[in-house]
Antibody, heavy 113, light 107 residues
């Protein structure tokens, strides 16, 4: 059974940093592109970033490029999202996903003073 | 970026009804379209991929069709557990983009 379990969310002040993790199991992690998708409270789904199975290719949404960094450790079957210079508009539930098939349960990031 | 427009934005229906949700892409995306169901406080659940292929374990009451720019999701024999928000998503071109969602409510 595929499982994606996010962690690392929490409350952070504007300008601060957080690192999200996503522990994957039940599939050959290194063979799949992995994605981060976020959802602000009461709003729709927004794609954030993705990374190739071997980590060689990454892409970002314009809204996070230069502030967020996606990475992965295939030995640990774990996906990461390093979020720097956080803004109130980054407040959202962050999901890791194997699109379009599998989603984690999400982790809430709140950026507020 | 490719814009995905769903209609309607909200929909009221009764148990047992058949409903159709449409999704239009601002440019052709072939069949690189997925549909998701999301219930309050839960992660999205994949229903359909490649426009018309049913995900494993998803009941056949859900069906998808279309290609190019126009797509539909049809749900037959609505049950209480089907009342949720539905999203389309294109994965033809980056950035991946989602429709704004269709909220399906009980009449």
């Amino acid at each position: 059974e595929v499982q994606l379990v996010e962690s690392g969310g929490g409350l952070v002040q504007p300008g601060g940093s957080l690192r999200l993790s996503c522990a994957a199991s039940g599939f050959t992690f290194s063979s799949y592109w992995m994605h981060w998708v976020r959802q602000a409270p009461g709003k729709g789904l927004v794609w954030v970033s993705h990374i190739h199975g071997d980590g060689s290719v990454t892409t970002y949404a314009d809204s996070v490029r230069g502030r967020f960094t996606i990475s992965r450790d295939n030995a640990k079957n774990t996906l990461y999202l390093q979020m720097n210079s956080l803004r109130p508009e980054d407040t959202a539930v962050y999901y890791c996903a194997v699109l379009p098939d599998y989603w984690g349960q999400g982790t809430l990031v709140t950026v507020s003073s | 970026d490719i814009q995905m427009t769903q209609s309607p934005s909200s929909l009221s229906a009764s148990v047992g009804d058949r409903v159709t949700i449409t999704c239009r892409a601002s440019q052709g995306i072939g069949n690189y379209l997925a549909w998701f169901q999301q219930k309050p406080g839960k992660a999205p659940k994949s229903l359909i991929y490649a426009a018309s292929s049913l995900q494993s374990g998803v009941p056949s009451k859900f069906s998808g069709s279309g290609s190019g720019t126009d797509f539909t999701l049809t749900i037959s024999g609505l049950q209480p557990e089907d009342f949720a928000t539905y999203y389309c998503q294109q994965y033809s071109t980056y950035p991946i983009t989602f429709g704004q969602g269709t909220r399906l409510e009980i009449k």
